[in-house]
């Protein structure tokens, strides 16, 4: 993707990816996890349909990174939240169990909005939501007290543009508004995917 430093943004489908307890590794540990958290947010994307030619080249965060996926038919905003998070998921419990040692989890938050980039790379306010909700204490307190190998998180604008509407593989009754985080002066939203919110005997893809 490339813009001029105040030209037209692009508007993209932000997934942002971040691991818990990243800084209790020691620099070759971090090594090790950034390899395997790439390998495994591609496959997931492959999962979903979403090749390199259909997203932007992911973001590096340290402990984490951002995937920027184009507006195409081929890959429209639910297949994210019923293909590719679960298979995340997935590929994350598979790691653990077969590699416990170098066992990781992970929060991920998703987004859409309007996304500008220039040499030093990507910013914006839809960006900064992006991280801004990943990074949410709510979030980070809900995988501290899960068994699961990842928690997810949408926007206001995700949630209301997909989740409400009960797409095929997205079930609206597990996600609950309890994620809060500042942006600026502005109070964020973010909608918090909670199973046991669900009616029981459901399944839930996303």
């Given at each position: 993707?490339?813009?001029?430093?105040?030209?037209?943004?692009?508007?993209?489908?932000?997934?942002?990816?971040?691991?818990?307890?990243?800084t209790d590794r020691n620099n070759t540990g971090r090594a090790e996890l950034r390899d395997v958290l790439y390998d495994v947010v591609d496959r997931a994307c492959l999962a979903g349909g979403i090749r390199q030619a259909y997203r932007d080249k992911f973001v590096d965060r340290g402990d984490g990174l951002l995937c920027l996926v184009r507006p195409l038919d081929q890959v429209p905003k639910p297949v994210l939240l019923a293909t590719v998070v679960p298979?995340?998921?997935?590929?994350?419990?598979?790691?653990?169990?077969?590699?416990?040692?170098?066992?990781?989890?992970?929060?991920?938050?998703?987004?859409a909005g309007e996304v500008h980039s220039d040499p030093r790379g990507l910013y914006g306010e839809d960006v900064d939501i992006a991280c801004r909700l990943v990074d949410a204490p709510e979030l980070k307190r809900f995988l501290r007290e899960s068994s699961g190998p990842v928690v997810l998180v949408v926007?206001?604008?995700?949630?209301?543009?997909?989740?409400?509407?009960?797409y095929p593989g997205i079930d609206q009754r597990a996600f609950t508004q309890a994620v809060h985080a500042k942006l600026g002066a502005e109070r964020l939203r973010g909608w918090l995917h909670h199973p046991a919110a669900a009616q029981p005997g459901e399944e839930l893809t996303a």
């Open positions: 993707m490339s813009t001029s430093a105040h030209g037209t943004p692009r508007h993209r489908t932000i997934l942002a990816v971040d691991v818990e307890g990243s298979a995340l998921s997935r590929l994350v419990a598979d790691h653990n169990a077969r590699k416990p040692e170098s066992a990781f989890r992970l929060r991920v938050a998703v987004h926007s206001q604008e995700i949630h209301r543009s997909v989740v409400r509407h009960g």
